[in-house]
């Protein structure tokens, strides 16, 4: 028997203006219209059964999507071309694609080590530090759940 085989994909989404809260659901619903204003109903139906929210971060604005691998490109293209999310300015940086989930993690963990050491190295109040390293250090531990 043959196994499914996924990719999946680490982003960054940006807000120009609005401080709305993403959830998962919304993104990926945003996600599917994109894929079907790009490639129809063809690739909707198409990558409808595997698109799948993996995790998301709203403080790090990260997110791994899982897809088919026969439907990377639709779903790569897809992201690329996104440009709002409910109405309001939004965009989506593809940081990597992986064939497993525990690649995307380490990058992941890297990149967010990288986004904190940064953020802590500037002036800011001790209550939002200690909110960053709690939010960091819960991080931490849902990537190593992703396993």
């Given at each position: 028997?043959?196994?499914?085989?996924?990719?999946?994909?680490?982003?960054?989404?940006?807000?120009?203006?609005?401080?709305i809260?993403?959830?998962?659901?919304?993104?990926?619903?945003?996600?599917?219209?994109?894929?079907?204003?790009?490639?129809?109903?063809?690739?909707?139906?198409?990558?409808?059964f595997?698109?799948?929210?993996?995790?998301?971060?709203?403080?790090?604005?990260?997110?791994?999507l899982?897809?088919?691998?026969?439907?990377?490109?639709?779903?790569?293209?897809?992201?690329?071309?996104?440009?709002?999310?409910?109405?309001?300015?939004?965009?989506?940086?593809?940081?990597?694609?992986?064939?497993?989930?525990?690649?995307?993690?380490?990058?992941?963990?890297?990149?967010?080590?990288?986004?904190?050491?940064?953020v802590?190295?500037?002036?800011?109040p001790?209550?939002m530090?200690?909110?960053?390293?709690k939010?960091?250090?819960?991080?931490?531990?849902?990537?190593?759940?992703?396993?």
């Amino acid at each position: 028997m043959v196994r499914f085989k996924n990719r999946y994909f680490l982003c960054e989404y940006y807000q120009d203006d609005s401080k709305i809260e993403i959830v998962a659901s919304q993104l990926l619903r945003e996600i599917k219209e994109s894929i079907h204003l790009n490639f129809g109903d063809f690739g909707l139906g198409k990558t409808s059964f595997s698109l799948n929210m993996k995790y998301i971060n709203s403080v790090s604005r990260i997110f791994i999507l899982r897809a088919a691998r026969d439907c990377k490109d639709l779903v790569w293209n897809s992201l690329m071309f996104m440009n709002y999310l409910d109405g309001q300015p939004f965009h989506i940086r593809i940081l990597g694609c992986s064939g497993t989930i525990k690649k995307c993690e380490i990058k992941a963990r890297r990149l967010l080590t990288r986004w904190i050491h940064k953020v802590l190295k500037n002036e800011i109040p001790e209550k939002m530090k200690d909110a960053l390293l709690k939010d960091y250090k819960q991080t931490q531990q849902i990537l190593q759940d992703l396993n």
